[in-house]
Every structure is written in C-alpha cells, then in structure tokens.
C-alpha cells in the first residue's frame, strides 16, 4: 500500500484536501497511521477473500474483486459522542474535510464518507479528541457497515450489488453476541438486548409487536416470557391508537413544569395525555423525567428526532416509553412511601398560582405529599396548616414545621379546623382546603398499625393510637346487632347475611374467650364466617374497612371537616377532597347538595322566577356581612390521568372533587323551599 499519508487528494472540490499533514502530532500520529495501515491491508486482504467467495447479491454471478490498492474510494467512518446541535458544517470543519463527506449526524454520531486515504488518515487522528467541548470516537466501518445510517453509500468494493454480503457480516457480527447499532434510530445497544433501548425496534430490523394486553396471571405466555430473560427484552414498545403512543424524556431543566414541556414539545403534534412528570414525593420537586402520550406514531416520531435537543440548560433525551408484556408498566408505588395523587391537578384546583400567598389547610397530612408540593406552589408570605390524628404524621409534620416557616402542623382532627383556625385568629379567612380521605400508604403498609388483614399485627385500627380504643376492645363490648350494622352500613355490601354471619362469629369466639387479638387470626375467623364466594379481595377486607371508619368516626369527621372548610374559605375559596371509595363520594354529594348554589336553568328556580319574581328578588337579596349567607359551586370533579393510575396503581380509585364557595349567595334549598311554599307542597326530608 505504501506511505498513504503523502499522497494529494484527486478531488479537487475538497478545500482541506492536502492540509491534514501539517498539523501531524508526530509520534502518537505515526503510531496510528501504522496501525490503520496495517488494518486497512489486512481488511483489503479478507475482503479479497470474501469478495471471491460470495456470488453477488442480484446477479448471482462471481463478483470482480476490488482492486488491491486504489486511490480514490470509498472509506466509511463513524463519530460517536456528538454534542447535540453539532452540525455538518462543524463535523467537516472538524475532521477538515468537506460538508458534503459528513453525510448524517444523527443522536450523537455522525457517519462519514471520504474518498481518498489522506482524508481517511485524518478523521482516524481525530478520534479521542474535542469536537464542541466532547470527546468523539472516530470509528472505522468501512468494512463492517453496522447500521443503515450510511447503507446508500458504498463501501470498499462494494457498489451497491453486494448489500447481500454486508448485511450477511452484519447479521454474523450480531449473532456472534456483539453490541449492534439499530437499524431504525441508530441506537447502539448491547448485545444481550433482543430490541433497541432507544425505540424499541427489533435486533434485526423487524418492529417489534406490542403484545396483547393480558387479563389474569394465568393466562401470561410463559414461554414468550420465559425466552426473554432479561428485562430490557420483556419490556415492549408502549403504543397502540387507543392508549396513544409515549415516550420518557429524561434530563428535563429541573425548574420547568408540565405545561412548559408541552410547550416545548408543541410541534410534534397533539397530546393524548397530560404530561407527567415525575416529581420527587416528599418535595414535589421534579425530577427531570416524564412520560408524554401522542395520539399518534406519527407525533410519537417526531418527538423522538428531539432526542439531543437543548431544553434551557440541559439537552434531552427522549425515547419510546416501554411496557410489559403483561400490558403495564410497573407501580412506581414501593412498600412504606405515599406517592401523592394527582398532586397536579390538586395544585392547580385550589388556584393557588392566582392567589399564592393565601392561607391553605391541609386536613389529613399524611406523609407530607400533597403538604409539599402546596408548599411549593406557594410564595414567600403563603401560609400551610396541616392536620393530622397518626403520632408518626405529626413527627413528619414538626420536622418539616423546622424547615419551612410558612407551615403549621396541628394535631387535631380536620373535624376541628374550623375551631382550631379561628382560635388563632377570629378573622381567619383562608384560600384553599384540601382533604385527602382514608388511609396513608405507610399506615396500611405498616402491619405494626393491624390497618392490613394479609399482615399480622395488633388488631388495632386507630389512626391515633394515643386516644380512644382499639379494635380489640371495642369487640369486646360492642353488642351483637350494633356490630352487624356497623359491618353492613360501612362496609360497603348489600350482603346483610354475611354482615350478620361475621358479627355472629365475632360475638361467639369473644364469649368463648377466643376473639383474636391479631389481624391475621381475625381475618381467617371474618373469612371462615364469610364462606366461599367470589373475591377480588381478601374476605375479611370490607370487615376491616367498618370497623376502621367506625373507630376513627371517618364520615362523621368528614361531614364536619367539610363543614368546617366552607366556613373557613373566602369567597371564591376552594375545597379539594380526594374520595377513594363510593361511600366517600356519597356523603360529598350529599352535603353538596345542601349547600349549592342557587342553579339558575334548575327548572324548579326558573318556575319561581317566571310566577314569583319578588320571592326571588327576595331569595337572592343577602346581607354582605352575613357570614352564613353562603353557597358552593361544583368547581371540578375528575379521574387520575391513564399514565398515573398505570405509574401508581393505588391513584385509580381517586376523585378528585372541588367546592368553590360563592359568598353572599341563595341555595338551591332556599329556593326549593320558596317554590314549595308556593305550591303548596308538602317539604318532607
Ligand atoms: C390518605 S392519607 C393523606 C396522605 C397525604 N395527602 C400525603 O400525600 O401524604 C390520610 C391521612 O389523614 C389522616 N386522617 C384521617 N382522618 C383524619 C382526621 N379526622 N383528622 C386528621 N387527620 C386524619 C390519616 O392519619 C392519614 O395520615
């Protein structure tokens, strides 16, 4: 081959042809040249070889082999570690060589064609050096095509008939367990990986399927399951026109919110989603990563050609979202933590942008979640009471009383805001209350609180524990009847049979002096008087449940948590309640309908107005300074967005339910009573 480095360039378009040698670093240089030297023979050698032996592709016939020395051809390289945004232009101007030769950057790399060996040698020095503050690998493909991002272009020998004989090496390579390089998105992937971290597509260029959601563990695919065996490979890409099509960015500027990253991802199309961003649980902080649903693949595409773009400070990475082959992404809901649901839409409801130095309630603590990311949202002269019953939520809430002078920790029930708040000031009037009914993750998960029947623990059931009495010995002297009603009415059943099968049992093993004093021993004796049926469920969990609500006073405490917040609120204040079950809704609705507001299209207020227009004058006529005169507006009721009931499965039995209170205002009550009044109408309740 001789000293390729001394020769001119034939081309005479390429304006850095014939300067390379000059800025030769001597002995790191010639090390190199030598042994691309020595690489290029020995590939020119085994492409004789291969050449001779491999019919062309289309024609079937033996190929020429290539000349062994040659100037002028086609040399293929590789540059990896591309700053995003690099254009053509700086790669050429890198590599000093002409734009027209740097024929794609693409995700971080570039693929580069040269014709002559001077400006092969000079890419080839360039590796492991700056380009845009980064270190590039140059890498020479020029025998070993690994990836469609340059397959029009020819490689040694290769002038376009033999695309058989590089793709079998391709195939070879890959099967011969080596890292591979996506043929959709030029991804570089490990070899274990049966399909692209980046976009999911198939090792050899099929896409891959997603599969059929399934509906019981019994029914999984074992076998399918069992050949992929390692994660990577059984997650699939998410995506179908129903569930819309995801994709996960990563490094996101840590200060900006949903609706900036929907902005910034505006031109790619419609979303089917809200954005989610996950967000750190006890801070409500971000954490730079979300998951964006398209409605289309289409959007989807687009969205990923943004992988490498610059968001403010950062440059993202965006790529397909995947899924199980059970249909699911897996909880992101760990034992022991309380992922705080839809902490967005809580945020945005209570209105606190539009009023973010007001007073804010947060009736049930918890762990904090909700707490922090009000705390958040709110300016410097906001103010954050928060109410608990637990010891181990107050111990939080102290903590973070230290950190955060904006916010008040009280241990009291919600039930007493309304006291507690206007003790402290006679005036009080507050922005938001938000309530967040039931139990905490971390009080259900901690079986030392008995809250679980699958776990063992004292049969205690207090939120608590330091008031009032135990599950067990308020078994021990409740009566027989008072137990099944408590059984039936909060437990949510029509199934009085088996309220009283239940009670029966209790009352027995407590005459026997055999009542239980754990969970799990009175969940069998619950289970054993239950009977065989149906169960989605452990048996003895509705059981739980009653005496749970029983014990705290839950729907009393929340008829007057609510009570006690409407007071509080200024006009247009809101209150937030999250309802896990329909019970809780219920007993919202109720209340709501006694207190809304005057509905001007109500058919029975528009008979009122046409016949007795001086009732209703007289009706709508409040006194300003009547604190009592007031009435609520159903502001908002919603559902966790898809994406987070499938990121935390214990969000999909959330409402989400927003009273806004309209001061000075008439009720539908008032004008119900006015109409009856009228029409004679017997009021009974
Ligand atoms: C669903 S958790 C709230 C979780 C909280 N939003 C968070 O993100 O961490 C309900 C909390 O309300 C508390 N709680 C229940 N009834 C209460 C009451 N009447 N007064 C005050 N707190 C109560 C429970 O102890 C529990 O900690």
């Given at each position: 081959?001789?000293?390729?480095?001394?020769?001119?360039?034939?081309?005479?378009d390429?304006?850095?042809?014939?300067e390379?040698?000059?800025?030769a670093?001597k002995?790191?240089?010639?090390?190199?040249?030598?042994?691309?030297?020595e690489?290029r023979?020995?590939?020119?050698?085994e492409?004789?070889s291969?050449?001779?032996?491999?019919p062309?592709?289309?024609?079937?016939?033996?190929?020429?082999p290539?000349?062994?020395?040659?100037?002028?051809?086609?040399?293929?390289?590789?540059?990896?570690?591309?700053?995003?945004n690099t254009?053509?232009?700086?790669?050429?101007?890198?590599?000093?060589?002409?734009?027209?030769?740097v024929?794609?950057?693409?995700?971080?790399?570039?693929?580069?064609?040269v014709d002559t060996e001077?400006?092969?040698?000079r890419?080839v020095?360039?590796?492991?050096?700056?380009?845009?503050?980064?270190?590039?690998?140059?890498t020479?493909e020029?025998?070993?095509?690994?990836?469609?991002?340059g397959?029009?272009f020819l490689?040694?020998g290769?002038?376009?008939?033999?695309?058989?004989?590089?793709?079998?090496?391709?195939?070879?390579?890959?099967?011969?367990?080596?890292?591979?390089?996506?043929?959709?998105?030029?991804g570089?992937?490990?070899?274990?990986?049966?399909?692209?971290?980046k976009?999911?597509?198939?090792?050899?260029?099929?896409?891959?399927?997603?599969?059929?959601?399934?509906k019981?563990?019994?029914?999984?695919?074992?076998?399918?399951?069992?050949?992929?065996?390692?994660?990577?490979?059984?997650?699939?890409?998410?995506g179908?026109?129903?569930?819309?099509?995801?994709?996960?960015?990563k490094?996101?500027?840590k200060?900006?919110?949903?609706?900036?990253?929907?902005?910034?991802?505006k031109?790619?199309?419609?979303?089917?989603?809200?954005?989610?961003?996950?967000?750190d649980?006890?801070?409500?902080?971000?954490?730079?990563?979300?998951?964006?649903?398209?409605r289309?693949?289409?959007?989807?595409?687009?969205?990923?050609?943004?992988?490498g773009?610059?968001?403010?400070?950062?440059?993202?990475?965006?790529?397909?979202?995947?899924?199980?082959?059970?249909?699911?992404?897996?909880?992101?809901?760990?034992?022991?933590?309380?992922?705080?649901?839809?902490?967005?839409?809580t945020?945005?409801?209570?209105?606190?942008?539009?009023?973010?130095?007001?007073?804010?309630?947060?009736?049930?603590?918890?762990?904090?979640?909700h707490?922090?990311?009000?705390?958040?949202?709110?300016?410097?002269n906001?103010?954050?009471?928060?109410?608990?019953?637990d010891?181990?939520a107050?111990?939080?809430?102290?903590?973070?009383?230290?950190?955060?002078?904006?916010?008040h920790?009280?241990?009291?029930?919600?039930?007493?805001?309304f006291k507690?708040?206007?003790?402290?000031?006679s005036?009080?009037?507050?922005?938001?209350?938000?309530?967040?009914?039931?139990?905490s993750?971390?009080?259900?998960?901690?079986k030392s609180?008995?809250?679980?029947?699958?776990?063992?623990g004292?049969?205690d059931?207090?939120?608590?524990?330091?008031?009032?009495?135990?599950a067990?010995d308020?078994?021990?002297?409740?009566s027989?009847?008072?137990?099944?009603?408590?059984i039936?009415?909060?437990?949510?059943?029509?199934?009085?049979?088996s309220?009283?099968?239940?009670a029966?049992?209790?009352?027995l093993?407590?005459?026997t002096?055999a009542?239980?004093?754990?969970?799990?021993?009175?969940?069998?004796?619950?289970?054993?008087?239950?009977?065989?049926?149906?169960q989605?469920?452990?048996?003895?969990?509705?059981?739980?449940?009653a005496?749970?609500?029983?014990?705290?006073?839950?729907?009393?405490?929340?008829r007057?948590?609510?009570?006690?917040?409407?007071?509080?609120?200024?006009e247009?204040?809101?209150?937030?309640v999250?309802?896990w079950?329909?019970?809780?809704?219920?007993?919202?609705?109720?209340?709501?309908?006694?207190?809304?507001?005057?509905?001007?299209?109500?058919?029975?207020?528009?008979?009122?107005?046409?016949?007795?227009?001086k009732s209703?004058?007289?009706?709508l006529?409040?006194?300003?300074?009547?604190?009592?005169?007031?009435?609520?507006?159903m502001d908002?009721c919603?559902r966790p967005?898809?994406?987070?009931?499938?990121?935390?499965?214990?969000?999909?039995?959330?409402?989400?339910?927003?009273?806004?209170?309209?001061?000075?205002?008439?009720?539908?009550?008032?004008?119900?009573?006015?109409?009856?009044?009228?029409?004679?109408?017997?009021?009974?309740?």
């Amino acid at each position: 081959m001789g000293d390729t480095t001394k020769r001119k360039s034939g081309r005479s378009d390429d304006p850095f042809d014939g300067e390379g040698g000059k800025s030769a670093k001597k002995s790191k240089k010639e090390k190199k040249e030598k042994k691309t030297r020595e690489k290029r023979s020995d590939d020119e050698s085994e492409d004789k070889s291969n050449h001779k032996s491999f019919p062309a592709a289309s024609s079937g016939k033996t190929e020429t082999p290539p000349p062994t020395t040659t100037k002028k051809r086609a040399f293929r390289l590789r540059l990896k570690g591309i700053a995003p945004n690099t254009d053509k232009a700086q790669v050429a101007q890198f590599l000093l060589v002409s734009e027209s030769c740097v024929r794609n950057v693409f995700h971080g790399e570039a693929i580069v064609m040269v014709d002559t060996e001077e400006a092969f040698q000079r890419c080839v020095e360039k590796d492991d050096e700056k380009l845009n503050g980064r270190f590039v690998k140059v890498t020479d493909e020029t025998n070993g095509a690994r990836s469609n991002l340059g397959r029009n272009f020819l490689t040694p020998g290769n002038n376009g008939e033999n695309n058989a004989e590089v793709k079998r090496k391709t195939t070879t390579n890959e099967r011969e367990g080596r890292d591979w390089t996506c043929e959709k998105c030029g991804g570089e992937n490990f070899a274990r990986r049966e399909t692209c971290y980046k976009c999911a597509a198939g090792k050899y260029g099929e896409q891959r399927e997603t599969p059929p959601v399934m509906k019981t563990s019994a029914s999984i695919n074992t076998a399918v399951v069992k050949k992929q065996n390692n994660a990577g490979d059984r997650m699939v890409a998410q995506g179908s026109e129903q569930e819309g099509y995801e994709v996960f960015v990563k490094y996101l500027p840590k200060n900006v919110d949903e609706s900036d990253i929907a902005d910034f991802f505006k031109r790619c199309g419609e979303l089917k989603e809200e954005v989610n961003l996950l967000r750190d649980q006890t801070t409500g902080s971000s954490k730079g990563a979300g998951f964006l649903t398209f409605r289309n693949a289409e959007s989807r595409e687009k969205a990923l050609a943004m992988d490498g773009e610059r968001f403010l400070d950062r440059t993202v990475s965006v790529t397909v979202a995947k899924k199980s082959p059970f249909g699911t992404r897996g909880t992101t809901q760990a034992l022991g933590t309380h992922t705080p649901a839809m902490l967005r839409e809580t945020i945005d409801s209570l209105g606190i942008a539009n009023d973010p130095n007001g007073i804010y309630i947060d009736g049930t603590f918890g762990r904090g979640g909700h707490t922090r990311g009000i705390l958040n949202a709110l300016g410097k002269n906001g103010q954050l009471h928060a109410f608990d019953l637990d010891p181990e939520a107050i111990t939080v809430g102290r903590a973070l009383e230290k950190e955060d002078s904006r916010f008040h920790m009280h241990h009291s029930p919600f039930g007493s805001m309304f006291k507690v708040m206007r003790e402290k000031d006679s005036k009080v009037k507050v922005s938001g209350v938000f309530l967040d009914l039931g139990i905490s993750s971390p009080q259900f998960d901690d079986k030392s609180r008995g809250f679980r029947p699958e776990q063992d623990g004292p049969l205690d059931l207090r939120f608590d524990v330091t008031s009032g009495v135990s599950a067990y010995d308020f078994l021990l002297k409740v009566s027989r009847n008072d137990l099944r009603d408590i059984i039936f009415k909060y437990g949510e059943t029509n199934d009085k049979l088996s309220a009283q099968r239940i009670a029966d049992a209790i009352v027995l093993a407590r005459d026997t002096n055999a009542l239980p004093k754990t969970t799990k021993a009175f969940a069998t004796l619950v289970a054993n008087a239950k009977g065989a049926e149906y169960q989605a469920m452990h048996p003895a969990k509705m059981t739980f449940q009653a005496l749970r609500i029983h014990l705290n006073e839950e729907f009393d405490e929340f008829r007057r948590g609510m009570e006690g917040a409407m007071k509080l609120l200024k006009e247009n204040g809101k209150l937030g309640v999250l309802t896990w079950k329909h019970s809780e809704c219920a007993i919202l609705i109720e209340y709501f309908r006694k207190v809304e507001k005057v509905r001007t299209n109500a058919p029975i207020f528009e008979w009122l107005k046409t016949n007795h227009e001086k009732s209703v004058t007289k009706l709508l006529e409040k006194d300003d300074d009547d604190d009592d005169a007031w009435a609520a507006e159903m502001d908002d009721c919603k559902r966790p967005a898809d994406i987070e009931m499938r990121t935390n499965s214990r969000s999909r039995s959330a409402i989400l339910h927003v009273l806004r209170k309209k001061s000075s205002a008439a009720r539908m009550v008032e004008a119900e009573k006015a109409a009856y009044k009228k029409l004679k109408w017997e009021n009974k309740k």
